[in-house]
């Protein structure tokens, strides 16, 4: 237990340059995660985000049985996972139960080409939990560029796509197109989840998309400021997590998960403290303003 | 309170269509063989209070929607401020039905009111931040809700994020104001807020307000006519010459009663709950 943090292994690992490209990978994806995150969080997509991680899965599954970039598929299928989950349940009610239905399915669509696949197994495993000590330049300039893509266009639609997530009616009203924003923030989404797929597994993506955000969505209600918690939380749990991973030599997923647990933990007890305390001062002051003149 | 009334000021010289800012001619609005309402003539002038009354499925609500720019007219034009309905007409405020927000919605009071001026322009607006927050203040100050302003509004009662919807409406300095049943689920006092706060804008800036409603009751002291629609025929006037026995009766094809208590209108006889609904217990 007592090598879970040998300092001076952990500085020898990161002269090493693929740890450098780790981390770097890992700090692209944690500024991507940070900023979708909260509009994630207030759109209630976080089945959604599972889902479309899942499927891209299926996609790297099929790109590896192919013989093409694994990446590259992991990507395919996350937008296509997105576009069909934000096409087919434009209604709230019954957005969980298509998710659950072409998961299922997906997932088995991916176990089915992973047996097809005759190579090692490692390969295989590699897609479930990630393997980010793996990425290589080809695969990081991908990652930036899909990231600097992802973020310009998100700065282009933010205040219409805050305005529909967060009050969607009046939204409408105003003349938002609210269809088309969700679809477009769907595939960003996709393709950040497939970025996320490659580094921490598809079956952790959740660790960097949603635990960050939601534990900023506790703590804060100004949006501005959730989306930089988000990101540091996001950032410490990613680079922190490779870090903390490199001397153990222990899966990156599971340190990655760990923190961005805890600084959940941490931001539920402080936002139940608070909760109290405000609680408090509500009951004292409910009393009915007077008429404006 | 009286039900007696004078014009609205301003009105007698703003009865020519052209100045109306609202305006309907032979309008139909239907859904496949249904029809909501047709050949609705109506026009509202500027500062005019027009509430909107009738059974549910009357047509009201879509009514809104028409002017909004969301559905289009079946047949007949339909003016708002001069232009055809338009999605995202800037100069037409509006305010939803009160309803639950999600308490745990990552929002404050302010960011509400802001994305009422400017939530629906692309990019961030890092730009004007100043002025942003000037308006946003003032809207703000105009309803007194600078008190709760920075508190998340999934945690403030129903009257108070009823007070934020109407100054997100009217941060964009709209000529039109569309509400959709705002008092909905609100308590009396709550209820008198609000209406007030829209009585006093469209006196100050000479705003036009078409209020859809259950109720008349609550604003009756501030309406000049009343839209009454039911099975796709109406009437139009003001709430002496419309809620009287004789009018709703021919609306409703039905003996219906109309009486009058303590200068409130009280309509017995209409189907239940169409026309009355009891006062909600607001929200806390």
């Known amino acids: 237990m007592d090598q879970l943090f040998d300092f001076e292994l952990t500085a020898e690992l990161l002269d090493f340059p693929f740890v450098r490209t780790a981390l770097i990978a890992a700090a692209i994806l944690g500024l991507v995660a940070g900023v979708l995150g909260p509009l994630i969080v207030s759109r209630n997509m976080a089945f959604a985000v599972h ?15 192919l013989g093409v970039n694994v990446g590259h598929g992991a990507l395919a299928g996350a937008v296509v ?33 992973l047996w097809f696949y005759p190579g090692r197994a490692s390969n295989k495993f590699g897609l479930l939990v990630g393997q980010i000590v793996s990425v290589d330049f080809a695969s990081l300039a991908l990652l930036g560029g899909c990231a600097v ?21 009046v939204a409408r009203a105003r003349g938002v197109p609210t269809g088309a924003l969700s679809l477009v923030f769907a595939v960003l989404v996709g393709i950040a989840t497939a970025l996320g797929v490659q580094t ?5 993506v959740l660790a960097l998309m949603i635990t960050p955000a939601a534990a900023a969505c506790r703590v804060t209600a100004n949006p501005l400021k959730a989306t930089v918690l988000a990101v540091v939380f996001a950032e410490f749990a990613a680079v922190g997590g490779i870090v903390l991973s490199l001397a153990p030599g222990a899966p990156v997923s599971a340190f ?5 647990f805890f600084i959940y933990l941490v931001c539920w007890i402080i936002s139940l403290t608070r909760g109290r305390a405000r609680r408090g001062v509500a009951s004292a002051t409910t009393a009915v303003p007077a008429t404006p003149r | 309170m009286t039900v007696e009334r004078d014009a609205a000021p301003g009105r007698s010289e703003h009865t020519r269509p052209e100045s109306s800012v609202v305006s309907l001619r032979d309008a139909t609005l239907g859904y496949g063989r249904r029809v909501l309402w047709s050949g609705l003539n109506l026009d509202v ?14 047509g009201k609500t879509s009514l809104l929607r028409v002017l909004l720019g969301l559905q289009p007219v079946t047949s007949g034009s339909v003016r708002v401020v001069g232009e055809s309905p338009g999605r995202g007409n800037r100069r037409i405020g509006y305010v939803p039905q009160q309803r639950a927000m999600e308490e745990s919605l990552v929002m404050r009071g302010r960011d509400l009111v802001g994305l009422g001026l400017d ?60 509400c959709d049943e705002p008092l909905l689920s609100l308590d009396l006092a709550n209820q008198q807020v609000v209406s007030s706060l829209i009585d006093r804008r469209r006196r100050t800036a000479n705003t036009a307000v078409l209020f859809v409603t259950h109720e008349i009751n609550p604003v009756l002291p501030l309406v000049d006519r009343v839209l009454y629609l039911v099975d796709g025929r109406f009437r139009i006037g003001t709430p002496d010459e419309v809620m009287t026995a004789r009018t709703l009766s021919e609306l409703y094809r039905a003996k219906i009663d109309v009486v009058r208590v303590r200068g409130q209108i009280h309509v017995v006889g209409a189907q239940a709950g169409l026309c009355e609904q009891d006062h909600h217990e607001d929200r806390n």
């Not at chain 1, 921490?200 to 952790?204: E, H, K, Q």
Request: avoid cysteine; hydrophobic fraction near 50%; glycine fraction near 14%.
């Open chain 1, 256 to 260: 990655v998960t760990a923190i961005s």
């Open chain 2, 119 to 178: 939530g629906h322009r692309w990019g961030i607006g890092l730009l004007g931040m100043r002025a942003r927050r000037e308006r946003v203040d003032a809207a703000l100050d105009a309803v007194d809700a600078h008190g709760f302003a920075d508190a998340p509004v999934g945690r403030l009662s129903g009257g108070e994020q009823q007070r934020l919807r109407v100054a997100q409406a009217l941060v964009s300095d709209p000529e039109v104001l569309l």
């Open chain 2, 45 to 58: 002038a500027p500062g005019e209070f027009v509430a909107v009354l009738g059974p549910n499925g009357s």
């Open chain 1, 51 to 65: 889902g479309t991680s899942e499927l891209s899965f299926t996609g790297g599954a099929a790109a590896l049985l």
């Open chain 1, 200 to 204: 921490v597994g598809a079956l952790l």
């Open chain 1, 149 to 169: 893509a992802v973020l310009a266009v998100l700065l282009f639609i933010y205040r219409p796509l805050l305005f529909a997530s967060v009050d969607p009616d």
């Open chain 1, 81 to 113: 996972a997105a576009l069909v989950l934000g096409l087919l349940s434009r209604r709230s009610s019954e957005h969980d139960s298509v998710i659950g239905a072409i998961l299922a399915f997906g997932l088995g669509v991916g176990v089915l080409l």
